[in-house]
């Protein structure tokens, strides 16, 4: 008798879903992102000291851009076709589980709430240390109001490549097995890690790491398409929210990043973007949407919604287009 995800594909990122909605990312367990940012760090190490040329360290950074998705992507196929073939439970439970490691909805609802509760307590300078850990801005002299537009950057930038993207190919590598949409979800989430470690277009990352950076925003432009489209459309204003991402979103120097955020900024009727400072140097980034009132607590919370809206959706569009399959190797 074939068990669930045989005659429901849809049962495994439903189930991964819920296991990151609800458990996340325990801090004591040892997450594939420890193990991919670990052979990074000792790549680059061994590539800096061997090689100084530029046209080489860009060939290593191919090598690396490559080689890393491809390696994690199929140890997590193996590992799920092992368990599989010792039993079709241990198999989906395994595929779960590692298909939720590969989202972040809950590790950036921690983050938001970390920050906002200091706030709501009227400690600043707790909220300002908190936030530091998340972003790369200076955020020592931050206000309140700059603290709160940060949260909101944070939480709507990372929704696409954080949450949506892997689940975006995690899904279209379920609809030819289990094993390949968490392959497929764990090799996007080895070059978002690779793009967030070395792709800097500053020394010493700007050769070994440009291959990593082109590559996450070409792969990341799609899902991050549809996620505006999504988010226009749960908005209930989708032509407001997709003409403000047409007019704004293109000054982002980011392909992705800028429309992420003008998503969610215009669906909430607030505004990003302006003055920053990194390591003590002021830059601008382009204002996005229209400033309809301002970003408070309860408008976070509306976009952290809006994400876990955005994935349900995509999880019942998955499921239709998913259903009646069997999939699962071993189901009849």
């Not at 073939?85 to 395994?94: V, W, Y």
């Not at 470690?197 to 792969?219: H, K, N």
């Not at 302006?274 to 002021?282: D, H, I, M, Q, W």
Request: hydrophobic share 50%; with cysteine; charged share 15%.
């Amino acid at each position: 008798m074939p068990v669930l995800w045989c005659s429901w594909p849809i049962a495994i990122p439903l189930f991964g879903c819920l296991i990151d909605f609800v458990v996340g990312d325990p801090w004591h367990w040892l997450h594939p992102v420890q193990v991919m940012g670990w052979a990074i760090q000792r790549y680059q190490t061994w590539v800096f000291k061997t090689m100084a040329s530029a046209w080489r360290q860009r060939g290593a950074g191919i090598l690396l851009g490559i080689g890393l998705p491809l390696v994690s992507g199929a140890i997590a196929v193996g590992l799920v076709r092992l368990a599989q073939s010792i039993h079709p439970l241990l198999g989906g439970a395994i595929a779960a589980i590692i298909f939720a490691s590969c989202l972040a909805a809950r590790s950036l609802r921690r983050a938001a709430e970390e920050v906002l509760q200091p706030l709501a307590d009227g400690d600043l300078s707790t909220a300002r240390t908190r936030l530091a850990l998340y972003v790369g801005r200076d955020t020592d002299q931050l206000s309140e109001a700059a603290v709160l537009r940060a949260v909101m950057e944070t939480i709507s930038e990372n929704a696409t490549d954080g949450v949506m993207a892997p689940l975006f190919y995690g899904l279209w590598g379920f609809a030819i097995a289990p094993a390949w949409g968490v392959g497929a979800a764990i090799a996007y989430k080895a070059l978002s890690t690779l793009d967030s470690m070395i792709g800097y277009q500053t020394a010493p990352y700007q050769d070994l790491g440009w291959f990593s950076a082109r590559s996450e925003d070409a792969v990341t432009w799609l899902p991050c398409r549809l996620t505006v489209v999504t988010i226009a459309l749960l908005s209930g204003q989708p032509r407001r929210v997709w003409q403000l991402c047409c007019r704004d979103a293109v000054a982002d120097p980011s392909p992705n990043a800028g429309w992420s955020e003008c998503a969610y900024a215009a669906a909430l009727g607030v505004q990003l973007g302006g003055l920053n400072t990194y390591r003590g140097e002021v830059k601008r980034k382009p204002l996005l949407a229209e400033s309809l009132r301002p970003i408070t607590p309860g408008v976070i919370q509306q976009g952290l919604q809006l994400t876990r809206w955005a994935v349900w959706s995509w999880l019942l569009v998955g499921g239709i287009l998913l259903g009646g399959r069997y999939t699962f190797i071993g189901c009849p």
